[in-house]
């Protein structure tokens, strides 16, 4: 496996609380980016990052924020969540060769 | 919205048959890619087709890219138990994948 991982991997919490996913790798790639995954939909792109403090948003970005202060660390913020933020969150890396490398997965549950 | 779309949903294949599974996509792309996902696990790389490719193998994997059709298709060859995951493709522009929903492909022994 590439040097990605994700913390925690599984998280429980309560709608409205803010909730705080850690991707971190240690290849040193430029581009980064937060998906989930939900039966029937594939993955869909929340935000990604081209480099440090540069992010944009992806097709399902509404109710999630992100940073980068580090090349190695991109953090995924959901603000307030709600019981449709339940699912399988995947960060990924991505370097000069455009194929991207995957991390183990964060199981989310919002109660 | 997404880019991808796979066809079929599922298939059962006896081992050592060869799996194929379709890909189409709406829009201009600069590469094509394919990922397995073994249940429970992170997306894995299979593959990577350029727009101005047609085919490409790697290993019992064949890939082909018809962009005036839009679409794409994986071979597997001689598919083993272990082949037993789903599939996705997904198009790629400017540094960003848009996936479809999958393949799941089950392998008999």
């Known amino acids: 496996d590439a040097g990605i991982t994700q913390s925690p991997r599984h998280k429980v919490t309560e709608t409205g609380t803010p909730v705080t996913l850690r991707c971190h790798q240690t290849?040193?790639?430029?581009?980064m980016y937060w998906y989930r995954q939900d039966p029937g939909h594939g993955l869909r792109l929340i935000h990604y990052?081209?480099?440090?403090?540069?992010?944009d948003k992806g097709e399902v970005s509404d109710g999630y924020s992100v940073s980068r202060s580090k090349t190695e660390d991109f953090l995924l913020t959901l603000e307030s969540a709600t019981s449709s933020q339940t699912s399988v969150y995947f960060c990924?890396?991505?370097?000069?060769?455009?194929?991207?490398?995957f991390g183990p997965g964060t199981r989310l549950l919002v109660l | 919205s997404q880019q991808g779309e796979e066809d079929p949903q599922a298939l059962s294949i006896q081992e050592g048959e060869n799996a194929t599974m379709n890909c189409s996509y709406k829009?201009?792309?600069?590469?094509l890619q394919w990922y397995r996902q073994n249940s429970g696990r992170g997306l894995v790389h299979l593959i990577l087709?350029?727009?101005?490719?047609r085919e490409k193998h790697s290993g019992r994997l064949r890939v082909t890219l018809d962009t005036s059709k839009k679409s794409s298709s994986l071979l597997i060859t001689a598919s083993r138990a272990a082949d037993t995951a789903s599939y996705f493709c997904?198009?790629?522009?400017?540094?960003?994948?848009?996936f479809g929903a999958g393949t799941t492909v089950t392998v008999r022994a």
């Open positions: 990924a890396i991505a370097g000069a060769r455009e194929t991207q490398y």
């Open positions: 290849e040193n790639h430029r581009y």
């Open positions: 990052s081209y480099g440090v403090k540069d992010t």
């Open positions: 829009t201009s792309i600069n590469n």
């Open positions: 087709i350029r727009s101005n490719e």
């Open positions: 997904a198009a790629g522009t400017d540094y960003k994948l848009s």
